[in-house]
């Protein structure tokens, strides 16, 4: 597959009721206080990992 044949294949899917409900989901659970606390921590340990390996 190259790489335009999947850049055609996300803008479909996003562009379709089904990736707009997708996205809809997503920014639903993104909002959540929970889960911006969760991305917070992933993103500290990779912050974290990607330093230490230098």
């Known amino acids: 597959m190259t790489s335009g044949s999947m850049s ?10 089904r990736g707009r409900d997708v996205l809809r989901r997503g920014r639903r659970q993104a909002a959540k206080p929970g889960t911006q606390q969760k ?3 992933l993103m ?4 974290g990992w990607s ?3 230098r």
């Open 51 to 53: 330093s230490r390996r």
């Open 39 to 41: 991305l917070q921590q």
């Open 8 to 17: 055609q294949r996300i803008k479909g899917l996003l562009n379709s009721p």
């Open 44 to 47: 500290a340990r990779l912050t």
